[in-house]
């Protein structure tokens, strides 16, 4: 079996943790948690540690916590020369302390504690300073999932930045939607088969290809009729700004 240690309690390491205990290759030898409890309902109580000094030797450490914590808790790990990984989207593999191989163990998608997930098709994007220990971040991520990919630290910004486009941007505009039919006693219902055929599409079309509405069709008509609906500033300048680039199709505005 394959041993590996994950530092963190957040979102992304209890997703991990859940992710592992059902691999047939990998076992989990120890988590890092500041407070016990916080993993304490999906780990044996004897695995979980909570001083560093307490960390053992382990064929990959993966450090998930937040991104200004990525240096700090590298520098405290007690060993050398062993595989450390964090799993930041944006983060180079520079912040982690060269006392150690240097890797990148990143998750691609949108972790909530308590939200089950199907690690089966969740992208795991991987770096590595040397082959072998590519090779080894390969088995393991192939372990729980179908879709891993080798990407630089550069690939990984440009695709962090896409990710929140389409995912925590899309969600913010899926609360304004919700507060407009809130606010007008609309069940919010009524819009969730459209919000699925919308992510559908995308799987046989491209984007570009599947716009549709009144800002693609440039039907002034309704655009104006909806600015003159909203009443809060805020969502008037985001539907105007997002008009706006439909139509100009992502050149300058």
Do not use: W
């Amino acid at each position: 079996m394959i041993q590996i240690t994950i530092i963190g309690s957040g979102n992304v390491a209890q997703h991990l943790i859940k992710a592992f205990s059902g691999s047939k290759i990998v076992e989990i030898k120890q988590v890092f948690s500041r407070k016990k409890e916080a993993v304490l309902h999906l780990i044996d109580s004897e695995k979980i540690v909570t001083d560093f000094k307490a960390l053992e030797p382990a064929d990959l450490h993966i450090v998930s916590v937040s991104d200004n914590a990525i240096t700090e808790v590298s520098n405290e790990l007690p060993f050398n020369n062993q595989l450390v990984v964090h799993t930041s989207g944006t983060s180079s593999i520079e912040l982690l302390n060269p006392k150690n191989r240097r890797g990148v163990f990143y998750p691609l998608q949108t972790f909530s504690k308590n939200k089950t997930l199907d690690y089966s098709v969740v992208p795991f994007c991987l770096e590595a300073e040397n082959t072998a220990d590519f090779k080894l971040l390969e088995t393991i991520a192939k372990s729980v999932s179908t879709a891993v990919y080798s990407i630089s630290s550069e690939q990984r910004k440009a695709l962090h930045v896409a990710a929140v486009f389409v995912s925590n941007f899309t969600n913010h505009l899926y609360q304004i939607g919700h507060e407009i039919c809130e606010e007008n006693q609309v069940p919010f219902a009524v819009l969730k088969p459209l919000i699925q055929e919308t992510a559908d599409k995308i799987n046989t079309l491209d984007p570009i290809d599947a716009q549709t509405g009144p800002a693609i069709r440039h039907d002034s008509i309704t655009t104006d009729a909806h600015m003159a609906f909203l009443q809060d500033e805020n969502k008037k300048n985001i539907y105007k700004i997002l008009t706006q680039s439909i139509q100009h199709n992502g050149k300058k505005l």
